[in-house]
């Protein structure tokens, strides 16, 4: 580790409380001077575990947070709720890198990226992502194993056949990974990469990347989290300017709109774009990777303790949307 330098994660969260004390505790293990979770709702749970975990700080994102606040009032969208949290970390904490990241992405060392962060001159640098697979039944919140960018299109077509146009580049969900930003400069934060305050528009420094880390994404810890995650985008209100979304998130939004009471029929979907077989890993080849991920070790030594199994993890998110599993006549 590099001694001087400090770098730290910011992510706003509304999630199990399973999933936040790993993250939390993941990415403290690895040397983060601060974790910064904002609640987006009230997750009493969550916030007694981190009580005085050294480096964490909690913020719950209430009414009286959001009128105090320099926007006046909670913002309608998600994505300007994570803005406006993570350039608050960006611009009133003693970090020198900070990234933000949802709850379900996971900063992957594979090399000394702290000694690389330390010798870049970059004021970003670009985090690549590979995206966890469920293979089969089975396991916790965290099995499986992962994929990478398909630029072949006849070869994410030979994988996933009927489902291939669910996917961009061979992923459900983004592939262009996200920035780590130096701080001191004048930014505030976007969800992948930072924005000029001059401008208002993305930063347009030399494209450089960070070789010694990448960001594992889950994109749904459960099939059940991924099919809630769908449904919420797809049931957002109409807005003046709508949300840019892929072409394939388009595709699985409108299939599990759909199919919201077909659970055999979302089960096909869930199989087809976010799992994958034997034979299709082997057929992927270079694209696939096995990657064993355990926070376990890491929330131990800070002494935090949960069941991350998938059906306590599917228990308390039925608890926690079941207004929205109600409204939408969800069957899984």
């Not at 869930?270 to 696939?288: C, E, N, P, T």
Request: with cysteine.
């Amino acid at each position: 580790m590099v001694q001087s330098l400090r770098w730290g994660v910011v992510g706003t969260m509304d999630e199990p409380a399973p999933l936040i004390l790993a993250w939390v505790a993941h990415h403290l293990a690895l040397g983060a001077a601060e974790a910064h979770v904002y609640l987006d709702r009230e997750n009493a749970q969550a916030k007694t575990a981190l009580a005085g975990v050294p480096g964490c700080f909690v913020t719950v994102c209430d009414d009286a947070y959001w009128a105090a606040s320099s926007r006046g009032a909670r913002p309608l969208r998600h994505t300007a709720r994570q803005k406006y949290n993570a350039t608050d970390v960006y611009l009133n904490r003693s970090l020198h890198w900070v990234l933000q990241l949802d709850a379900d992405e996971f900063l992957d060392p594979v090399g000394d990226f702290e000694a690389e962060l330390a010798a870049s001159a970059a004021r970003t640098l670009r985090l690549r992502n590979i995206e966890r697979v469920r293979r089969g039944e089975g396991g916790d919140i965290f099995a499986g194993s992962f994929r990478g960018v398909i630029e072949d299109d006849a070869l994410a077509e030979a994988v996933h056949g009927r489902w291939a146009g669910f996917l961009d580049a061979g992923m459900a969900g983004y592939h262009d990974g996200k920035d780590i930003t130096r701080t001191g400069e004048d930014f505030t934060m976007g969800v992948h990469f930072p924005i000029d305050a001059a401008t208002g528009q993305r930063h347009t420094d030399p494209y450089a990347e960070l070789t010694e880390a990448r960001i594992l994404h889950f994109d749904g810890l459960t099939p059940l989290h991924v099919v809630l995650k769908l449904l919420k985008r797809a049931n957002e209100p109409a807005y003046k300017v709508p949300r840019k979304f892929g072409t394939q998130r388009m595709r699985q939004f409108r299939y599990v709109a759909n199919h919201v009471a077909k659970p055999r029929q979302l089960r096909k979907m869930l199989d087809g774009v976010f799992g994958l077989s034997d034979a299709q890993a082997r057929i992927l080849g270079a694209a696939h990777l096995e990657r064993p991920f355990d926070p376990r070790p890491a929330m131990a030594q800070l002494g935090l303790a949960a069941d991350l199994s998938v059906e306590a993890f599917d228990t308390e998110l039925r608890d926690r949307e079941a207004a929205l599993i109600e409204r939408t006549g969800l069957l899984l």
